[in-house]
Each structure stands twice: as C-alpha cells, then as structure tokens.
C-alpha cells in the first residue's frame, strides 16, 4: 500500500471505491450540470458536501437532502458571499478538505460586440470567483493538512475558437491558475487541476443552446461531430463522465497530481479532427 493512500481507498470485488468519509467539500455553481453532478457523486462518496450557487432549485431539495448536501445561495461574483459559503461549510462540517470551482458562463459574441459589462461578467464569473474561492479555501485546506482543488475550465482554454474569444480567456486564464497556485502551494499539500470538457448534455449552458435552435437536431450533431470521440460514441459527454473525473482528481487516487489540465472533451482540442465521412 502506497504511504499516505493506505485506507483511503477500499476494494471491493477488486474494484477500487474511492472513500471520501469525513471529507468536507464545496462545490460552486452546484445546483445543475456538471455542479450538480458532482456534488452528488463526492456525496455518494462519503464526503459533507456544501453546494452553492448563484440560484439554488427547488427541484434539488429532496435528491440533495437524501444525500446530506446543504445548498446556499452563493453568487461567486462577490467575495463576501464566496466567503460566507466556505465559511459555513468549516463551521458546519468542521474543516474543508476539497473545493471545487466549477461556476461559469459563456459568452457567444464577437468582440467588437462585447460590452464592458459583458466581459466583466464572464471574467467576474468564470475567474474572479475561482480566485476568491481560493483565497478563502487556502488557509482553511492547509489547516487541514491539504486538500484537492479543481476547476470546471473548458476545451477553450486549451484551443480558442472563432465564436466566443471572451471565455476562451476566462478558461485560458483558469488553466494557468491551476497550473501556479499548483507550485505555490505543493508545499502545503494542497494540489490544483483543471478538468476541460468539451460539450456537456443536460447541462443548461447546452440545453439553452438547443432550446434557441431552429433546428435543435442538427445543432446536437454538430455539437457531436466537433468531437472526434463523441463522434465515434454517437453522443455527448454527460455532466456524471465530468463528475467521475473529478472525483478522481479530488481523491488520494490522485495524491500525486497536481496542475493538470484533464481534457475531458472526446480529443476536440487535440487538433484538426479526420474528416466526416
Ligand atoms: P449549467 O448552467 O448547467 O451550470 C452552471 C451553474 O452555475 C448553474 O447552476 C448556475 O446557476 C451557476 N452559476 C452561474 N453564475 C453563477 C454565479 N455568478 N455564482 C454562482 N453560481 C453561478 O452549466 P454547466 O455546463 O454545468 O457549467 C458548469 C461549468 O462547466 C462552467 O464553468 C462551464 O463554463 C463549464 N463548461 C461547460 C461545458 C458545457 O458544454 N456545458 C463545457 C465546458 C465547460
């Protein structure tokens, strides 16, 4: 057994289970998506789970109850509510082992249309929040004796595109954080990654999209046919796959990992993809 991992992750029928029991997490932007996905399955793991966001759902109440995760109006915009959240979650769960910063928005325009409004809220949302999310995590994971961070980025911070420049910065920029608060805090046993994912079904930043669409079928493949792997597969990746890989990232699975960018975006940001038949 590898020092330090010995009794955090149990076997059954020879498959590992990560054990996140007394663990306390929190999630932001966890009400839908991928947020919601994983603050659902870090519970399913054992772990406290504190989900905010900008508009908790009713919709939440039971499934999240049943689970023992605690939901709070938090708007990651301001630092005094991002505060408030990690917070309520030390005193409540009693430490703060695992954040992760998964609240974000797109931004589908062109630059020269992009109000200063418009940009300092895809950056106030998609950045910003991450940093005020860790300032106030740090101090509270390396009184822990460490922790796992991980951000919600995107396959646009990996390689930008025509359509949304505004959020390929925000992601772009996530990525980077990831990568030096990553070395800054080694030390402190606290590791940072991102995950990218490239389009999410049943997330409502996709399902907004498609609801707009004229032809709601045709946009859905070709939000598929972008992906060479979800291509192959005939669908999108779902908010649990996301999940999944967090999860990962945030057990002692990963005890070695840190600034990582984990593409989870069936390879759309590897390059140019083959050619459709
Ligand atoms: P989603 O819209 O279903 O979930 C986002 C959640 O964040 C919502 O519950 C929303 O209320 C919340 N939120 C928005 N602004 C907030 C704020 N200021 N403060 C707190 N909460 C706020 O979409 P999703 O796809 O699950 O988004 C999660 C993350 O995944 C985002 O960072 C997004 O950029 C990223 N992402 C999504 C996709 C995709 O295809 N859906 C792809 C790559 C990356």
């Given at each position: 057994?590898?020092?330090?991992?010995?009794g955090?992750?149990?076997?059954?029928?020879?498959?590992?289970?990560?054990d996140?029991?007394?663990r306390?997490?929190?999630v932001t932007?966890?009400s839908?998506g991928?947020?919601?996905?994983?603050?659902?399955?870090?519970?399913?793991?054992?772990?406290?789970?504190f989900?905010g966001?900008?508009?908790?759902l009713?919709?939440?109440?039971?499934?999240?109850?049943?689970r023992?995760?605690?939901?709070?109006p938090c708007?990651?915009?301001?630092e005094?509510?991002?505060?408030?959240?990690?917070?309520?979650?030390v005193?409540?769960?009693?430490?703060l082992?695992?954040?992760?910063?998964n609240?974000?928005?797109?931004l589908?325009?062109?630059?020269?249309?992009v109000?200063e409004?418009?940009?300092?809220?895809?950056?106030?949302t998609?950045?910003?929040?991450?940093?005020?999310?860790c300032?106030?995590?740090?101090?509270h994971?390396?009184?822990?004796?460490?922790?796992a961070?991980?951000?919600?980025?995107?396959?646009?911070?990996?390689?930008p595109?025509?359509?949304d420049?505004v959020y390929?910065?925000?992601?772009?920029?996530?990525?980077?954080?990831?990568?030096?608060?990553a070395?800054?805090?080694?030390?402190?046993?606290?590791?940072?990654?991102?995950v990218?994912p490239?389009?999410?079904?049943?997330?409502?930043?996709?399902?907004?999209?498609?609801?707009k669409?004229?032809?709601?079928?045709?946009?859905?493949?070709?939000?598929?046919?972008?992906?060479p792997?979800?291509?192959?597969?005939?669908?999108?990746?779902?908010?649990?796959?996301?999940?999944?890989a967090?999860?990962?990232?945030?057990s002692?699975?990963?005890?070695?990992?840190?600034?990582?960018?984990?593409?989870?975006?069936?390879?759309?940001?590897?390059?140019?993809?083959?050619?459709?038949?």
């Amino acid at each position: 057994m590898i020092p330090g991992v010995a009794g955090k992750l149990g076997r059954f029928r020879g498959k590992i289970l990560v054990d996140l029991k007394g663990r306390v997490a929190v999630v932001t932007g966890g009400s839908s998506g991928i947020g919601r996905a994983t603050a659902l399955r870090l519970a399913e793991h054992g772990a406290r789970v504190f989900a905010g966001d900008l508009r908790p759902l009713d919709e939440n109440r039971e499934p999240f109850a049943a689970r023992g995760i605690v939901q709070f109006p938090c708007d990651v915009r301001s630092e005094a509510q991002v505060q408030a959240l990690i917070e309520q979650a030390v005193r409540d769960g009693g430490a703060l082992h695992i954040l992760v910063s998964n609240a974000g928005i797109d931004l589908e325009k062109q630059l020269p249309d992009v109000s200063e409004a418009e940009w300092d809220a895809c950056l106030d949302t998609n950045l910003k929040g991450s940093f005020f999310a860790c300032k106030h995590a740090i101090p509270h994971l390396r009184h822990a004796g460490g922790g796992a961070v991980v951000f919600t980025s995107s396959n646009a911070g990996l390689l930008p595109r025509a359509h949304d420049p505004v959020y390929c910065v925000s992601k772009a920029a996530l990525n980077a954080l990831a990568a030096g608060l990553a070395l800054c805090h080694a030390p402190d046993k606290i590791r940072f990654n991102a995950v990218c994912p490239g389009p999410v079904s049943h997330t409502r930043t996709i399902d907004n999209e498609l609801a707009k669409s004229a032809d709601r079928r045709a946009l859905e493949q070709r939000y598929i046919a972008a992906s060479p792997l979800a291509r192959a597969l005939g669908r999108m990746i779902t908010p649990e796959e996301v999940a999944e890989a967090i999860l990962y990232l945030v057990s002692d699975a990963a005890a070695l990992v840190t600034g990582t960018v984990l593409r989870i975006d069936g390879g759309k940001s590897l390059g140019v993809p083959p050619q459709m038949p």
